[in-house]
């Protein structure tokens, strides 16, 4: 074998060496690419879930802003559980204004609900605009004010009231939201 025949052999025999070298390198390196997509796709969604928690803490920073800034009007909204009695002063003070008989009984809250109202059985006896003008009134009120019931009937009509105009009884339950 001449010189040049040997290089020959060597250096392809180098080449098949190489070559097979680098299969192995590849065929390792391609081994770990699924995983390794996995992990930069985890990587990538909790990557968006942070930008995400990110942008959604400006809105609540504002949110947080305009509830500290309008604590007040808030908190107006809300009756005090101690002003209860001004609350039915103002009731009483309506129905006298506008000619309406009234009884008020305190209903005692649902035990499995949290107790953030006061709730108040609302006995009314008057002509029918008379107990209109009154739901009218409370409706101006500045509380949450939520009625849940609303009967009103016709009264029994007396000898003696032959000539006046036709009572009606109307017994409304109302539920007034409270600060804690």
Excluded: C
Aim: a positive charge; charged letters at 20%.
């Amino acid at each position: 074998m001449t010189l040049k025949t040997k290089s020959v052999l060597l250096i392809s025999s180098l080449s098949i060496a190489l070559v097979a070298l680098l299969w192995w390198v590849m065929f390792f390196a391609t081994q770990k690419l699924p995983s390794q997509k996995k992990q930069l796709q985890n990587a990538t969604i909790s990557f968006q879930d942070t930008l995400y928690k990110l942008s959604n803490v400006k809105e609540h920073d504002d949110t947080l802003k305009f509830i500290k800034n309008n604590t007040a009007l808030t908190n107006s909204l809300f009756v005090n559980q101690k002003d209860a009695l001004n609350l039915i002063k103002t009731f009483e003070k309506d129905a006298q204004k506008n000619k309406v008989q009234l009884k008020i009984k305190k209903l005692a809250s649902d035990i499995n609900k949290a107790d953030t109202s006061l709730r108040f059985n609302l006995d009314l006896t008057g002509s029918f605009i008379n107990i209109y003008q009154f739901l009218n009134a409370i409706e101006t009120y500045p509380y949450f004010i939520n009625i849940n019931n609303i009967n009103i009937n016709r009264a029994e009509a007396s000898a003696n009231s032959k000539n006046s105009p036709a009572l009606a009884t109307a017994t409304i339950i109302i539920d007034v939201l409270t600060q804690k």
